[in-house]
């Protein structure tokens, strides 16, 4: 292949699809965005362990391409699912296959985190949370996530094991309350609930 033949190669969509909850969807990624080429470990521990109801108004943190929140979507048809991400190219990725999908009840914003989210309360909030954005970051994440959800609330996330001594004691501090919902060799997922 010669270089120009592969760098074009490289700028094509990357297409696929999987299922997950039980809901088969198609998917274009490109290089650049977080597990562009299939849907990670984590992403599907989470998906796996989250009680949704069909009525939720879900808040997926930090969407990618939007496996976890478009998923939720369809999981939650009578409810509005919001897709949030500070990379323009992720929010245009997931309003791709949101359409690509024919899912209407998940609107993608650019934002970070919370700041776009405007006055709206959600029942199930997720993410699945980069390791790498630091301590003062994932506080912010949780204490808006607080202010955000419904009061019965809950808040579900994944993250690398070795993290999950942190988002036991944030979570304990931030809602007063933690559930180990299920640990991996590599990933945890954690849940805590808004006092009512």
């Known amino acids: 292949m010669e270089r120009a033949e592969y760098i074009q190669s490289l700028r094509r969509d990357i297409a696929f699809s999987d299922t997950l909850r039980g809901h088969t969807l198609q998917y274009r990624t490109t290089w650049g965005l977080f597990s562009p080429r299939g849907i ?9 362990h989250m009680d949704v109801q069909e009525t939720d108004d879900c808040f997926d943190l930090g969407c990618g391409y939007g496996p976890i929140g478009l998923t939720l979507a369809r999981l939650a048809p009578k409810g509005q699912t919001l897709l949030v991400d500070k990379d ?14 024919g899912i209407t009840n998940a609107e993608a ?9 405007g006055d709206r309360r959600f029942h199930l909030v997720t993410s699945n949370l980069p390791a790498k ?20 609330g809950r808040i579900y996330v994944v993250t ?20 180990k919902v299920k640990q991996g060799r590599e990933y945890t997922v954690a849940m805590a609930r808004k006092p009512e």
Not at 133 to 152: C, N, Q, S
């Open 133 to 152: 954005v630091g301590k003062e970051m994932l506080y912010l994440y949780l204490y808006d996530a607080f202010e955000h959800l419904h009061p019965g």
């Open 160 to 179: 690398i094991t070795g993290l999950r001594r942190f988002i036991e004691r944030a979570f304990k501090e931030v809602f007063g309350n933690y559930d």
């Open 109 to 117: 914003v650019l934002s970070n985190g919370f700041s776009h989210a």
């Open 88 to 101: 323009f190219v992720a929010v245009e990725y997931t309003r791709t296959n949101a359409a690509l999908n």
């Open 40 to 48: 990670d470990a984590g992403t599907r521990l989470l998906l796996d």
